[in-house]
């Protein structure tokens, strides 16, 4: 049993990624990134450990890692391991077609950022967030506003599922000035790693400006350039079917076409992130002309989980005979993400 239990203690630490700092302290676990001169390790003992990279003298992990450094070409990927000197790791080039022989002997130094690629999904893979923003302030005037926003997505194999709900209220001495909110839902079929096929229904309901309801169905094409621990970056292009009714109870159904997209980037080894979503439409013929929504923020990660972000958003929605909208949202609060 003594041998059992020793025997699976070593296979769990021959398939951990091994840190030796310059004190010799040694860390295991899963590292995730080294960007901005910080490494992150996922610890199954202090979740998300970040290190200096001046601090690590030694480096191996057990899966190929995407390695950018002087000299090496881009998209490098390899495994890395101890090397002969304490300031220098070995990149070994992991076995493919494209794969060379030898290896290739790295200083730490050289080394610019290290990423680890994405596998292709068997199983179910969920993350998501809820951002909440809440204020009130009650002196000469009485002021509430209430914001809150739901993201979450789903992968597995070839498809990846999308669901997002918002919501905003914002009231003044009893009068609401902003109140609506929107439901969407999104399915993506990859034809690759890259590329892929989308098809979304979205539904906005606006209790003060016009239109009054609004759902849109759209599909089209899209892009992935890239999608990783350091943040993912994707485009596509639609044809949308809308159906709008405004306050008076008069519809107008229209054709679009449009482009939207989708950027995050983590800094700092995670422990900031920026991040902007939108799209652009323009109608074919109809009521609207033009729309855009668009939405800019930055996040602070206090722990794994819980984070502060700050946010700014915009949305115009110009109409050939009615009041074109313009509206515009700032929100800081706190995130919870998983």
């Known amino acids: 049993m003594l041998a059992a239990l020793l025997g699976s203690a070593w296979a769990s630490c021959a398939w951990a990624d091994t840190i030796v700092m310059t004190n010799g302290d040694r860390l295991s676990g899963e590292v995730l990134l080294m960007d901005g001169g910080t490494l992150v390790l996922k610890t199954d003992y202090a979740g998300e450990i970040r290190i200096s990279w001046d601090k690590v003298a030694q480096l191996q992990t057990n899966d190929p890692m995407l390695v950018r450094a002087k000299g090496l070409p881009a998209g490098y990927e390899a495994r890395l391991t101890s090397g002969s000197g304490p300031e220098s790791v070995a990149a070994l080039q992991p076995d493919g077609a494209t794969a060379q022989a030898g290896t290739d002997q790295v200083a730490l130094a050289d080394i610019e950022r290290i990423v680890r690629p994405n596998a292709f999904l068997r199983d179910w893979s969920f993350e998501g967030g809820v951002d909440l923003a809440m204020d009130a302030t009650h002196s000469s005037s009485s002021n509430q506003n209430w914001n809150a926003a739901l993201h979450a997505t789903a992968r597995r194999d070839w498809w990846r599922h999308g669901l997002e709900l918002d919501y905003a209220r914002k009231t003044q001495d009893g009068v609401t000035g902003t109140y609506n909110y929107n439901a969407a839902y999104m399915v993506d079929r990859f034809l690759s790693e890259k590329l892929f096929l989308r098809g979304r229904v979205r539904y906005g309901r606006d209790h003060i400006d016009d239109p009054a309801h609004r759902l849109r169905l759209a599909a089209g094409p899209g892009y992935q350039f890239w999608d990783n621990e350091l943040g993912a970056f994707s485009m596509s292009a639609f044809v949308t079917h809308t159906r709008d009714r405004y306050h008076?109870?008069?519809?107008?159904?229209?054709?679009?076409?449009?482009?939207?997209?989708?950027?995050?980037?983590?800094?700092?080894?995670?422990?900031?992130?920026?991040?902007?979503?939108?799209?652009?439409?323009?109608?074919?013929?109809?009521?609207?002309?033009?729309?855009?929504?668009?939405?800019?923020?930055?996040?602070?990660?206090?722990?794994?989980?819980?984070?502060?972000?700050?946010?700014?958003?915009?949305?115009?929605?110009?109409?050939?005979?009615?009041?074109?909208?313009?509206?515009?949202?700032?929100?800081?609060?706190?995130?919870?993400?998983?």
């Open 248 to 338: 008076d109870d008069s519809r107008d159904n229209f054709q679009t076409v449009g482009l939207g997209w989708n950027y995050t980037r983590f800094l700092s080894g995670k422990q900031w992130q920026i991040f902007t979503t939108g799209e652009f439409n323009r109608a074919l013929k109809g009521a609207s002309d033009y729309s855009l929504e668009a939405e800019l923020g930055l996040r602070y990660s206090v722990t794994q989980w819980m984070s502060l972000y700050a946010k700014a958003g915009y949305n115009r929605i110009t109409m050939s005979d009615r009041p074109s909208t313009n509206e515009r949202r700032y929100s800081v609060g706190l995130g919870v993400h998983w």
